[in-house]
């Protein structure tokens, strides 16, 4: 079996300006002279994506994607990741390069899956977990009162824990304790409830956060600091009363590896649309060396959705699956199959590879541009 095709679509819904990156997308198709195809995305900038595939051969390590990959077979998933990143060196490693091979990542195990007649986390080892207790990620509202009716909506909804991020937090010191104040009181006493700052603070504020909202019961506090911040998530890890997570935007395991190898966090934060199956393998295993704990990012459609679910459903010291709640076109409707949680649980589906189909239909109503055939 070798590949014939690398197709890269760019999906473009109605764009708005809001830290959601479910508004556009970046489809990968991996096909093969044998008929089958393997489906995978990037969460990244979609035109940045497709560049980084479609640039032709430049010299033997500053190559497009699909050149390194047409008539090779796509079942030697690492051999082909190490292609990739050796081809690519001049200006991948830790970046936006990194993404789109996690796209064609992704979409080879879909392939690989479909090719064998198993599901992709059987693939990755087998399940540790039938199910994992999934929250509802949502942004917070404009100030405590309309967070509280957030967080009542989604706990009417069944979900035991919820995730509220970014904007407005980061204003002020009292708005921010409204708003995680308007967080418990909507979820009540029971509920897991966890924050995401979004990258608003230095580490003497977060620690002072930090302290503020143990207050209120949180089961971690996310990306306080910048994302590169490694000695200071090291420094307040080590200090802070309340978890801390982040990871969501590091692409790869060269990316993640000063974080892991500090010991900087408590929670790692893997997006499988920016580090692929491949990479987030060898992180899961780091990970868990280092007596923390996985959980997924996932802020996309559906198909990093069941990605997310095969992968964490794998990992030993799993227990919560992030669970993008934002009714947008792009999260409900680009598969056939529903990719939520159900009851207030994530399970990983059954069939062959991802598990999910594309909405052709759907596709073409916001298809912006192709590239490949």
Known sequence: MKITQVVCQILRADVTAKTASCQDAVLVRIRTDSGLEGIGEADSSPEVVKAIIDAPFSHNIACGLRELLLGENPLEIRRLWQKMYDGTVYYGRTSVTITAMAAIDMALWDLAGKH???????????????????????????????????GRRWVEAGYSAVKFGWEPMGQSEALDVELVRGARQGMGEDGTLLIDAGLVWDARTALRRAEQFAEYWIGWLEEPLRQNDVDGYAWLRDRSPVPIAAGEGECGREAFRPLVDRHALDVYQIDLSRCGFTDAMYLRDRIEEIGARPCNHCYTSPLTVAASIHWLCTCRDAFLFEDCVEDLPLRNELTHEKMQAVDGYMTPPDGPGLGVTLNEDFVQSILLTESGT
Do not use: C, M, N
């Open 116 to 150: 064998y007649g198993v599901p992709v986390w059987q693939l990755l080892g087998g399940k540790q977990h039938d199910r994992i207790p999934a929250y509802a990620s949502i942004l917070f509202g404009r100030d405590g009162a309309e967070t509280a009716d957030i």
